[in-house]
């Protein structure tokens, strides 16, 4: 029972069946094929009008979403006197990194944790067990070069196995919990492809008959085969949002059918056969890699799912790839589709109306919107896929529990004495998350934001500390600095040139070498003659060094062309979050600080942002740095004093007015 209930997926219709068969009958007619393709997918197309909002089909039990014009996930409204909040609603995201499940006793402690909150009616969204996504990176680069005959003997495969294998017995559930395959869903995501370009082939992609089944060929064509991409958080790069959500609509649906082949297999001999296939490929690629890591999820979320159904909690386990988490084909660093959030909302909603469970999500994941392949988030990509979630079904928090007490003032890997942060808005989180505090996925904060959905991040191994609450406003008046960031290993380019006075487009050209060669800026800084910048490392985590290489040295191939480059390697950034109104008091305090400790600043930024102030030291150097920035700015009564005189200040200046108290 517990395996079926974490393997558990939506049985809707026969779209998968038809598009399989579509796929697999050659000795169908031209016309009846494509009349097969279109008539799992009519319902989608069936009233459509361009430019009106979309609304999918479903029954009135699980109506979960209407798409409008602009794209964005609203709930309907709810009919009769309990049109407001009910109490079987869904209420708070709970997200574990790897640490929190990284054993069986950690997976009983979270699942006691869970269980301590029974008012609450959570999505739980799961990391991979501790280390495992590491060593399933470490064991596909070792399958490169050691031959298909040596792959079962990788120490890192080893590892993984013991440590799945020896959790489900420690928690006395059965192995069969990890027997179901992605390679079933592989096969489904095949056929699917298959039955489309199928139908391009046949009809092509100019005009045709008028005929009925022509007709609804430049509809699919229109609406399905060709989607334009949406950019995640708002950012568009097409047309609106009904392509993709059309396309997603299509998608062949998970069902409790299995792929009668022969060669489904469980997750762990499939995670072997899959390094045996990069032995015999002596390549391991991007899209490879991706589908790679997927095992740790996926095996952690089945074990968690049959450990609460144990304990006698109903719950059900979803692959995100599954549910509707629609993203861009850049593998390893993949951005959200727009489509993403009603698909998501009509899934995990029509779900629990129907009959409820707790849904174990697996978080990192997602599927190419143009491969239909596995796709994955980047680093830390589990929060993403948390505020996702929060930001589909408008919960009413998003928690993200960690090994430590929320956010801290800095890494307390470098400072012992580093505290917890009570409030942040969503900029100052996104700003941390960018410039180097591993507590929080960069892009995480962009959903919540635009959901106005409140960010709680905990401690799993104490709960009762409060933790770090992340809304978009906070009370900033007595805030100065509220934390220090390091981000090291970064390198800075100084790009000098006279032909930048009084000139326009020079900035532009710049910029443009970096963006043909996708590699993303950190901070800037400008004069009349020169660009300093530093280049985002994160990016770049998934890639070879010697890739990293080349593409610096064509960066400065390019950039030589027309201006001369100075190249600075082994720098790190020092960012100083807060309130940049205050700038002159934190930057006279950092300066005095900087100056005892004898350290050079090679370069400052301040953005638009107002809560960051970023400085370029030498490595060497770094962590020195915020040692004695965090001593001067939390632990020398530095703070205190400064809101007793901005307190005992008897003139406020607001919007160029004077106002006396």
């Not at 959200?336 to 959030?341: D, G, K, M, Q, V």
């Not at 800037?524 to 990293?548: F, G, M, N, Y």
């Not at 900087?594 to 370029?616: C, D, E, P, W, Y």
Request: proline share 4%; hydrophobic share 40%.
């Amino acid at each position: 029972m517990a395996a079926a209930a974490a393997l558990r997926c939506n049985p809707r219709p026969s779209a998968a069946v038809a598009l399989r068969g579509a796929a697999a009958a050659p000795q169908v007619g031209n016309e009846a094929a494509f009349e097969l393709l279109v008539g799992a997918t009519e319902p989608c197309l069936r009233g459509r009008r361009r430019g009106a909002g979309i609304r999918c089909q479903r029954s009135a039990a699980a109506s979960a979403v209407v798409v409008e014009k602009k794209g964005r996930a609203v709930e309907p409204a709810r009919e009769g006197a309990n049109a407001g909040h009910t109490e079987s609603e869904l209420t708070v995201v709970m997200k574990f990194g790897g640490s929190s499940v990284a054993s069986a006793e950690r997976m009983r402690e979270v699942a006691d944790l869970i269980l301590s909150f029974p008012e609450e009616r959570p999505v739980i969204v799961l990391s991979a067990m501790g280390k495992t996504t590491n060593k399933l990176l470490m064991a596909g680069e070792k399958a490169v070069g050691c031959g298909a005959t040596n792959v079962s003997e990788l120490d890192e495969l080893t590892f993984i196995k013991e440590l799945h294998f020896g959790t489900i017995d420690q928690l006395g559930l059965d192995r069969s919990i990890v027997s179901g395959s992605l390679y079933q869903y592989q096969l489904k995501l095949e056929a699917f492809h298959q039955a489309m370009k199928m139908a391009v082939t046949l009809f092509g992609r100019g005009g045709g008959v008028a005929t009925a089944s022509g007709i609804r060929r430049r509809q699919m064509e229109r609406r399905c085969i060709r989607p334009q991409k949406v950019g995640y958080g708002g950012r568009r790069h097409g047309v609106d949002s009904e392509p993709v959500s059309c396309w997603l609509s299509c998608q062949p649906p998970c069902s409790d059918e299995s792929v009668d082949d022969g060669r489904s297999r469980g997750l762990s001999d499939e995670l072997e056969q899959l390094l045996k296939g990069i032995a015999m490929m002596k390549e391991l690629t991007l899209r490879t890699r991706d589908y790679l890591v997927s095992f740790g999820e996926c095996m952690s979320t089945r074990i968690f799912a049959a450990l609460l159904n144990k304990l006698g909690v109903k719950a059900r386990q979803y692959d995100a790839f599954e549910i509707g988490f629609i993203t861009t084909d850049d593998f390893t660093n993949a951005d959200i589709l727009e489509a993403t959030y009603p698909a998501i909302a009509k899934r995990l909603h029509g779900d629990w109306v129907t009959g409820p469970a707790i849904p174990i999500v697996t978080g990192f994941l997602g599927k190419g919107w143009k491969t239909g392949a596995i796709t994955t988030l980047g680093r830390g990509g589990s929060d993403l896929t948390a505020t996702t979630i929060g930001k589909a079904l408008g919960l009413r928090e998003i928690q993200v529990w960690k090994d430590v007490d929320g956010v801290l003032t800095c890494d307390p890997n470098i400072h012992p004495n580093a505290k917890p942060v009570p409030y942040l808005t969503f900029d100052e989180a996104a700003e941390l998350a960018y410039f180097g505090a591993q507590v929080l996925h960069p892009q995480s904060m962009r959903p919540a934001r635009e959901g106005d959905i409140p960010v709680r991040v905990k401690n799993s191994y104490n709960r009762r500390a409060p933790g770090t609450l992340i809304t978009k406003a906070r009370d900033m008046s007595k805030t100065v600095l509220t934390s220090i960031v390091l981000k090291s290993n970064i390198t800075m380019l100084d790009i000098v040139s006279t032909r930048m006075l009084g000139q326009y487009g020079f900035l532009a050209k710049v910029f443009s070498i970096f963006e043909d060669l996708g590699i993303s800026v950190d901070c800037v800084a400008t004069s009349e003659v020169s660009i300093s910048l530093t280049l985002d490392p994160s990016k770049l985590w998934s890639r070879e060094l010697i890739k990293q290489a080349n593409e610096l040295d064509h960066v400065i191939e390019e950039l030589e062309k027309i201006a001369v480059v100075h190249l600075l390697q082994h720098r790190s950034i020092i960012s100083l979050i807060g309130n940049v109104q205050r700038s002159s008091l934190i930057l006279e305090k950092a300066f005095n600080v900087l100056r005892t400790n004898g350290v050079n600043v090679q370069m400052i930024s301040q953005g638009a942002s107002k809560v960051n102030i970023s400085l370029v030291v030498h490595d060497s150097e770094a962590k020195q740095c915020v040692q004695a920035l965090h001593s001067a700015f939390f632990e020398s009564g530095f703070l205190p004093e400064v809101n007793d005189i901005l307190q005992d200040d008897s003139v406020a200046h607001s919007n160029g007015t004077v106002y006396r108290h």
